[in-house]
């Protein structure tokens, strides 16, 4: 449940102060300066500030931020952005809060596990010290339970797709309102189980709350080796499971095979799904052209791979912004939305979504999207 | 023929385009926290130095001799709004310099640090960022020094090499130098209104008015702070006292106030206008025909680059209060990155100019400022011929 914001009264009056203090400080604003005593108070931008880590497995690690003054509060299963800074450059990722929205003191958590390979979440799980600011967004997502409507809800949660059914189950909770729930959890084995003890004592204290941790791996196997999703272990461990609402988060070849199974059995409207986007697109080794979808003039266009985009935006009929056409006026900049795109100065791929990119010196490799 | 055909083969050219193409791409791959932690640091320590300036030029009031106490007295005023004054003009000057110049030149644009993107930031100045970028990244780096595409030889009002046709007009030169050292802000904020075109009919009024338009906000924003509401602010803070017969009056409150925000203002423009004189005008620059550098190729650039700017030397304080500008030839060379790596790129683009036998021009602010201003007063006059200019 959202705290109602209780001070909108008072807005107009301190918005036009504030207003008028801006002026003083323009073309900052007073948030500015406000920042540099306490980031926490800045509103021109939203940071937090992480005041205490706790790991939860070998590889996973819960982060307790303070947010800044224009935090707003969030409903169990949402998500936020959390901005981290590596190698100088500002990377995007997306973390669901762990924390039920019933939590006093202003706080919240986000719950992180290491990916192979992942250097946001490494840098998370391994390098995050305790006083440092990220900067983070406001909750969104509408992967959270129904306020007034009574269900009986069954998560499915792999790894650390845990987070969502973990606030949920701890806001429930502190409402004195918890449902008969039956929770499907994957994990590698029982070390590994994100929130395991606090899991177990939830199952112990409440009979209407049912474990059912799947142990995926054996003791220091790299790979899963048994407890793949099927309809016969749905069927064995959640008999009813066609009689609830289920909320499920994890991996993507669980979710495929968990939306699959609801098709067949015609029930995919009760199966409620929370994925997390992939940030890089899978890029084909030597992509050259592609697609370009031009997203703000909603116009598509197939471009080569030597042609700058910005030709190939004003050969489809646009008139982008640009300058010097060689890639010193950063007049042209605009947003990579999603694909790959080659600086053709040096032959350079970025693939990362929302990445500044030259159009009068960046070709498609591959299909791609630009915010144009 | 292209200028660089005068010191070098075709080849030779491209070779040398090539050897600038691996030095960029050297930075640009390291790039990295230590960046990220510079830039960082010097906006904090600017919006610091700020807040010390308009606190220092506040205190100052306090220690009016009017007042009576132990510490006031003309000599306790003076130096603190002295060092009010120049704090504030250090502020503006670094944050005009060495953060937003550099900002809107796409050189940070690599963090994806939201709060510092070339096409988001706006500067303290008069003239709106994105009209700066126009009339500076577009026009004044892509034809540097190019006589009648780039607008900044003279900026329009100036004679500052013998290749512009005299006029009458530049026999107001010296006046005109100094009128534009001091209010250098607002020929800047006028600049992409291109007020010479406007005048001569080649450019339409309907094309300039939503310039205008944003300019005359942007002013009118920047001198209500300074001019008016940190003044009234001061005198506000004094009110109680005044209303019962305590220290200065009110008018001379707004007065000090108002005087210190000009004098900082001021300051700024002087310094600015220093630098970026040093950067194209100093003696044994050049200049290029638009007929030279049809079709110029990026290595041609390049070497136009080399050929129409000025370094400065200086001490490491001296480069970051000049926005690095005081490596005006690199900057030319790579205008996006980030600026902190111009002093290390400094002797290696020496070098390379030594070896391929081109000139680099790099000398201290007073020989730079001092041929510049020379030039100036000398091109006020008519000549010398212009058939007699080299390439």
């Known amino acids: ?372 | 023929m292209h200028p660089a055909h005068t010191y070098m083969s075709p080849e030779q050219v491209e070779e040398f385009g090539r050897e600038l193409d691996a030095m960029r791409e050297e930075v640009l791959a390291s790039r990295g926290e230590r960046d990220r932690r510079y830039i960082l640091r010097l906006i904090g320590t600017q919006r610091r130095i700020g807040v010390a300036g308009r606190a220092l030029i506040f205190a100052s009031i306090l220690l009016l001799p009017v007042w009576g106490h132990a510490l006031a007295g003309p000599w306790a005023f003076g130096l603190t709004l002295a060092a009010g004054v120049l704090a504030l003009a250090l502020a503006k000057i670094l944050e005009n310099m060495e953060i937003a110049h550099n900002v809107l030149h796409a050189q940070w644009d690599w963090m994806k640090d939201p709060a510092i993107q070339s096409n988001t930031w706006e500067w303290n100045h008069g003239c709106p960022s994105d009209q700066w970028m126009h009339s500076h990244n577009v026009v004044h780096h892509t034809w540097t020094n190019v006589l009648g595409r780039d607008r900044d030889i003279g900026y329009g009002m100036l004679r500052v090499t013998r290749e512009q046709r005299w006029h009458p007009f530049y026999l107001l030169q010296p006046l005109n130098t100094v009128l534009m050292a001091v209010f250098f802000e607002w020929f800047i904020a006028l600049h992409d209104l291109e007020i010479n075109r406007l005048l001569s009919g080649k450019k339409r009024w309907s094309e300039a008015r939503p310039q205008w338009r944003a300019i005359r906000r942007k002013v009118g924003l920047q001198s209500l702070k300074d001019a008016l509401l940190w003044p009234l602010l001061g005198t506000a803070l004094a009110a109680p006292f005044a209303l019962n017969g305590l220290g200065p009056s009110l008018l001379s409150v707004f007065l000090v106030v108002l005087a210190a925000n000009i004098g900082a203002n001021i300051l700024r423009n002087i310094w600015t206008f220093m630098i970026i004189f040093c950067g194209h005008f100093p003696a044994d620059v050049h200049h290029f025909s638009r007929a030279s550098v049809e079709g110029e190729t990026r290595a041609q650039w390049y070497v136009r680059q080399l050929l129409g700017s000025c370094n400065i030397r200086g001490g490491q304080l001296f480069h970051v209060l000049s926005g690095h500008l005081s490596h005006q030839i690199e900057h030319h060379l790579f205008p996006d990155l980030p600026s902190n790596r111009y002093p290390e790129l400094a002797p290696r683009v020496h070098a390379l100019a030594v070896r391929y036998g081109l000139p680099y021009n790099s000398a201290p602010l007073g020989r730079q400022f001092g041929t510049t201003l020379l030039k100036l007063l000398r091109f006020s006059f008519p000549g010398p011929s212009r058939k007699a200019a080299p390439a």
């Open chain 1, 1 to 372: 449940m959202t705290p109602a914001p209780d001070h909108r009264t008072s807005r107009p009056l301190l918005s036009r102060l504030r207003a008028v203090a801006d002026l003083y400080t323009y073309p900052l604003r007073l948030s500015h300066y406000a920042e540099l005593v306490n980031p926490l108070w800045s509103t021109h931008k939203l940071q937090a500030r992480v005041v205490e880590i706790w790991d939860e497995t070998r590889n996973s690690r819960t982060l307790t931020l303070k947010p800044g003054l224009n935090w707003r509060g969030h409903r169990a299963g949402q998500h936020i952005r959390v901005g981290v800074p590596v190698e100088g450059m500002h990377y995007t990722r997306t973390y669901t809060i762990s924390s039920p929205p019933e939590r006093r003191d202003g706080r919240f958590t986000i719950t992180v596990k290491a990916i192979d390979g992942g250097r946001i979440s490494h840098y998370l799980v391994r390098k995050v010290r305790v006083g440092d600011f990220l900067p983070v967004g406001l909750p969104q997502g509408d992967f959270y339970l129904p306020d007034a409507q009574p269900v009986r809800p069954l998560f499915i949660t792999a790894g650390s797709g845990i987070t969502p059914a973990m606030s949920m189950l701890r806001s429930l909770v502190a409402q004195q309102r918890l449902p008969d729930t039956v929770h499907i959890h994957y994990a590698p084995h029982d070390r590994d189980l994100i929130f395991g003890a606090e899991l177990t004592q939830l199952a112990q204290e409440h009979d209407r709350y049912t474990l059912h941790p799947v142990y995926t791996h054996e003791y220091g196997a790299e790979k899963q080796t048994k407890g793949y999703f099927s309809a016969a272990q749905l069927g064995r461990l959640c008999p009813d499971w066609l009689e609830r609402e289920v909320y499920a988060c994890g991996p993507p070849g669980l979710l495929a095979a968990l939306e699959e199974h609801f098709a067949q059995a015609g029930e995919s409207r009760r199966l409620h799904i929370e994925r997390f986007r992939a940030d890089f697109a899978g890029l084909p080794d030597g992509a050259i052209g592609g697609r370009v979808r031009f997203a703000s003039s909603a116009t598509e266009a197939t471009a080569d791979g030597d042609v700058p985009l910005l030709r190939v935006a004003e050969d489809a009929g646009l008139n982008p912004p640009h300058g010097c056409r060689m890639g010193i006026c950063h007049t042209c900049t605009t947003e990579l939305l999603g694909g790959a795109v080659r600086d053709l100065r040096d032959g350079r791929l970025i693939s990362e979504a929302g990445s500044r990119v030259q159009t009068c010196i960046c070709a498609a490799a591959g299909d791609c999207e630009l915010a144009l």
